[in-house]
């Protein structure tokens, strides 16, 4: 970096900013026209480096599932690098082991079998090779407005077009996202559109494959989408139509897994589907670089060519893993986002009674949305508001994310563990930030 560019008045902030400009692919995007640089986090707060303390209502795209910072989860690492910090899936793992075995009474099902990587681009990238070895197929079914991961595959999987750097080069077909708030079939959706998005797979395997798919892969919350909950039936239609062609369900629970959506530990739980395949990272070991693929035993099996991840399974990461479940577990993490899932359901909907512009309140448990609209009656998305909206909360120190197509969603998916107290705290802020908002027009 040079001197003419970083004087002696620049603050640290805007030195690694500086920095970032310098050092980091543009690529890597980030919030706000002047990022924050964060420093240092407990619990559902974080600070930056001028000190300034933020309610964090993201947690790194809902990653820090316990909290920045838990002191279980750290002491977990700290005594494993002690004592060993990498092996190689060439070794057998005690840590590995045991997250398997954990995720395995936990999983809907008859899944089973783990294969651990680095990310949940990765466990993507695993189940659905799977599926494609198991059934000897190579046709991917996927929605609309879904969010896979970074990989060519999984850019390919993913429907945003600003997620998607190269032109599809893999058979992968999408149909319609069931997407109760702009459904194209009725308004308001009802039950009766679960089977025209049903229908809507069906004809898509028979016009545009050879109708032999290997598989259909969705989040069960669609996260980047906007936080859009499927309506109640579309997941048991979807699975018996992809098995009906000879393919099977890939349930991606990225996001929504270990307890987010409330009261169930797997968001595909809350509509009885099994699935034959299912893959989680992100909150799975509390910010550690974790992704699991887990499959029932005879589809596992299918995978017999030689494989590797030589940072999958990793023993401090797994150490983590193993801490953040035992901590999930015993603060009953489902039933507190249940709870504090419907508080904050309860006080977003009033932020939409008071602004025209918050054309719908959506979500499960820790995963809650405003969709940010131009009027209620058009229903025009409006990433300007969204964007507005954002600024304001940083004013109001809580970080939230957006989401959506354009950009016009406004997500909030806080720490499993974030108290009542927090929850109305956040509510709070959020409700100024709004009116700042309101107030600029």
């Not at 309610?55 to 494993?80: R, Y």
């Not at 060519?152 to 109760?180: G, M, Q």
């Not at 994310?401 to 354009?406: A, D, E, F, I, M």
Request: glycine residues 10%.
């Amino acid at each position: 970096m040079s001197g003419s560019e970083v004087g002696t008045t620049m603050s640290r902030a805007e030195e690694l900013r500086a920095a970032q400009r310098e050092y980091i692919f543009p690529c890597v995007g980030t919030y706000y026209p002047e990022p924050l640089v964060l420093a240092e986090g407990s619990g559902v707060w974080v600070k930056d480096v001028n000190g300034v303390e933020y309610l964090d209502l993201f947690a790194g795209i809902l990653t820090t599932s316990v909290g920045h910072c838990h002191p279980d989860v750290n002491a977990a690492v700290q005594e494993q690098l002690g004592r060993l910090g990498h092996t190689s899936s060439l070794y057998i793992s005690e840590n590995q082991i045991e997250v398997a075995r954990r995720l395995s009474e936990i999983s809907p099902g008859a899944l089973n079998k783990c294969f651990f990587t680095s990310s949940g681009t990765e466990a993507v990238e695993t189940a659905v090779m799977l599926a494609c070895m198991y059934t000897g197929r190579t046709e991917i079914m996927a929605l609309r407005l879904a969010y896979s991961g970074r990989s060519i595959l999984a850019t390919n999987i993913t429907a945003h077009a600003p997620w998607r750097p190269l032109a599809s080069t893999l058979p992968v077909k999408h149909v319609l996202a069931p997407y109760p708030y702009r459904c194209p079939f009725k308004s308001p959706c009802d039950d009766s559109c679960v089977e025209a998005f049903a229908n809507d797979l069906e004809e898509a395997i028979l016009t545009t494959t050879t109708g032999r798919p290997a598989a259909f892969i969705a989040e069960t919350v669609l996260g980047v989408g906007g936080y859009i909950v499927p309506p109640p039936g579309y997941f048991q239609r979807a699975a018996e139509i992809i098995r009906a062609h000879g393919g099977v369900f890939i349930c991606d629970e990225v996001q929504a897994g270990l307890g987010r959506t409330g009261d169930k530990w797997f968001g595909i739980e809350h509509w009885g589907v099994e699935p034959d395949i299912m893959v989680m990272a992100k909150g799975i070991a509390n910010g550690q670089p974790v992704g699991a693929t887990i499959a029932r035993d005879e589809i596992a099996d299918a995978w017999t060519a030689k494989t590797i991840s030589t940072y999958g399974g990793n023993p401090v990461s797994m150490a983590a893993a193993a801490a953040t479940l035992d901590v999930l577990r015993r603060e009953d993490a489902p039933a507190n986002a249940a709870a504090r899932g419907r508080q904050l359901q309860a006080g977003l909907e009033e932020l939409a009674l008071r602004h025209e512009w918050i054309g719908d309140v959506r979500g499960m448990g820790l995963m809650q949305a405003l969709e940010l609209v131009e009027d209620r009656e058009s229903t025009r998305p409006s990433p300007q508001r969204a964007a507005a909206l954002l600024a304001a909360t940083k004013e109001e120190e809580i970080l939230v994310g957006l989401g959506g197509l354009h950009g016009h969603v406004v997500r909030i998916g806080p720490s499993l563990l974030i108290s009542e107290e927090e929850t109305a705290e956040g509510l709070a802020r959020l409700g100024r930030a709004c009116e700042r908002v309101e107030q600029a027009g």
